[in-house]
């Protein structure tokens, strides 16, 4: 629902650095859904270590995209 992914991004942001992580949204089959993303990162070295934290604490499904 959009108050869990605006929950867990507020989570996010608290642990990690203020308005790093946002909500987005795609439907998909008439369905809404919400991704909370994290970004822009300038370098993959600060990905690495920020996908590391976050599984750590519990964030099992962060992955890294580079546009």
């Given at each position: 629902?959009?108050?869990?992914?605006?929950?867990?991004?507020?989570r996010v942001?608290?642990?990690?650095?203020?308005?790093?992580?946002?909500?987005?949204?795609?439907?998909?089959?008439?369905?809404?859904?919400?991704?909370?993303?994290?970004?822009?990162?300038?370098?993959?070295?600060?990905?690495?270590?920020?996908?590391?934290?976050?599984?750590?604490?519990?964030?099992?499904?962060?992955?890294?995209?580079?546009?």
């Amino acid at each position: 629902s959009s108050n869990n992914a605006y929950n867990l991004k507020n989570r996010v942001n608290a642990m990690i650095q203020p308005n790093l992580a946002n909500v987005s949204t795609t439907q998909k089959n008439q369905q809404q859904y919400y991704r909370v993303r994290i970004g822009p990162i300038n370098t993959v070295e600060y990905a690495d270590e920020l996908s590391q934290t976050l599984n750590q604490k519990g964030f099992g499904q962060a992955r890294i995209v580079i546009d």
